[in-house]
């Protein structure tokens, strides 16, 4: 079965560069989620988007943006990036009416900032 | 506050045998989900079961099960026949309704041979 594609699977950023990391949705999922890991830590909520809308926002700072395209994909722009922002990525998606739809989630971006 | 607590920091089990992970909840929804997550050193997140609050019958999916105590606020996973495949960290979560996950610290499983 598809699952959840994200890329690259790792990234190496220096401070103050930007990083754009893709996620490519289950098809038919129309629920895209964003989530922070930092080492030894539960995955912080960042942003999702239902529907190609922005539907509800967590810890996201300024610096990130992220978005929802016509074919589902969405992109999560990172700029002026700083030490702290070394973290995994994940993007997970679900369809509509969480009742029976899990999150599922992608393998997830390591991004390092040096 | 909605708050999910995992009590056990970690754990040591032989192989082949059962395990069960605890998982706590606190929300004042009626309606939500209950999940467990397990990420291997790898790093992936992979989702094993799913309980709806309004399920009356413990959900299964293999060698995993979910012990749904609703009135206790309870949603502790057991694994039968335990692996060494299974040494992971194991995330309990719960979905209220707006669609987020609220996670618990994670319980990091190993399986000794």
């Known amino acids: 079965a598809a699952g959840v594609i994200q890329s690259p699977r790792h990234l190496i950023k220096e401070k103050r560069e930007t990083a754009t990391l893709k996620c490519y949705p289950i098809p038919r999922h129309d629920t895209v989620y964003w989530y922070q890991q930092g080492p030894g830590q539960d995955p912080q909520f960042l942003i999702s988007f239902y529907e190609k809308m922005q539907s509800d926002k967590g810890s996201i700072p300024d610096r990130f943006s992220a978005q929802q395209f016509s074919d589902y994909h969405s992109e999560l722009n990172m700029s002026s990036l700083e030490l702290g922002d070394s973290a995994l990525y994940f993007c997970?998606?679900?369809?509509?009416?969480?009742?029976?739809?899990?999150?599922?989630f992608g393998n997830g971006t390591r991004l390092t900032v040096t | 506050a909605q708050k999910i607590t995992q009590t056990q920091p970690g754990m040591f089990v032989q192989e082949k045998e059962a395990v069960t992970l605890d998982c706590t909840y606190d929300?004042?929804?009626?309606?939500?989900?209950l999940f467990w997550y397990k990420q291997p050193s790898s790093g992936e997140m992979i989702f094993l079961i799913y309980q709806g609050s309004y399920d009356e019958q413990n959900a299964t999916e293999g060698r995993y099960s979910l012990n749904f105590q609703k009135a206790r606020k309870s949603a502790n996973l057991v694994i039968s026949a335990s692996q060494l495949g299974d040494s992971a960290m194991y995330f309990c979560?719960?979905?209220?309704?707006?669609?987020?996950?609220?996670w618990g610290a994670g319980t990091k499983l190993i399986i000794k041979p």
């Open positions: 979560a719960m979905s209220p309704s707006n669609y987020q996950l609220i």
């Open positions: 929300t004042s929804d009626q309606s939500y989900g």
């Open positions: 997970a998606s679900s369809r509509q009416g969480w009742s029976n739809s899990p999150l599922h």
